[in-house]
Structures are given as structure tokens and as C-alpha cells.
């Protein structure tokens, strides 16, 4: 009878362990339901950052889109800048040599 009674007792003790466990899981579901609408919000917010820094990340490659037009303008009015200095330079010389060269035809005279 006594081990009748001991097999009882652990029957009970389970039985009284099993609504405990049920009210922690209980209590754990609940408190897991609170946090998905945390969690939504959080996943909402990085969500929408990640869309702005999408459209910051675009915004800077049409920029540096148009740094580079920029680049390669000024590259080919550098290069038209040079041409016209030695287009000038040239003709700096020309004048001068035709100074030369009427003060030479002056002192024939």
C-alpha cells in the first residue's frame, strides 16, 4: 500500500506540475504575442531607412554621373584651352617676326 501511495503522491505531483508548466507556457505565448507587434514596428523602420538610403545611394550615382560629364567637359575645353595658347603663341611669333621684318625693310629704305 505504501507504494501504492507513493505511485499516487507522484501522480498528483504531476498532475499539479503539469497546470504550472502549462500557465508558464501560457504566460510565455503571451508575452512572445506582445513582442511581434514590436518586432513589426522595428522591421517597419528598417525598412523605410533602407528604402532612403536606396534613394540616397541612387541620388549619388546621378551625381557622380554628372561629376563625370562635368570631368570630361572640362577635359575637352582644357584640351581647346591648350590648342588656343599655341594656336596664340604662334601667332605671337608670326607678329613679332613681321615686325622684324618691316623694321628690316624700313632700314632698307
Known amino acids: 500500500q505504501q507504494a501504492r501511495v507513493e505511485e499516487l503522491t507522484a501522480q498528483l ?16 505565448i503571451e508575452e512572445l504575442r506582445g513582442a511581434i507587434p514590436v518586432l513589426e514596428e ?4 528598417q525598412q523605410l531607412q533602407i528604402e532612403q ?7 549619388g550615382k546621378a551625381h557622380e554621373s ?13 584640351a581647346e584651352l591648350e590648342k ?20 628690316d625693310l624700313d632700314e632698307l629704305r
Open 13 to 28: 505531483s504531476a498532475e499539479q506540475v503539469l497546470p504550472t508548466q502549462l500557465a508558464e507556457q501560457n504566460a510565455i
Open 84 to 103: 588656343q595658347r599655341a594656336e596664340t603663341a604662334e601667332k605671337m611669333r608670326l607678329i613679332a617676326d613681321l615686325r622684324e621684318t618691316v623694321k
Open 66 to 78: 554628372r561629376a563625370n560629364r562635368r570631368e570630361a567637359d572640362i577635359q575637352l575645353i582644357t
Open 42 to 45: 522595428h522591421v517597419t523602420k
Open 53 to 59: 538610403l536606396e534613394a540616397q545611394v541612387e541620388e
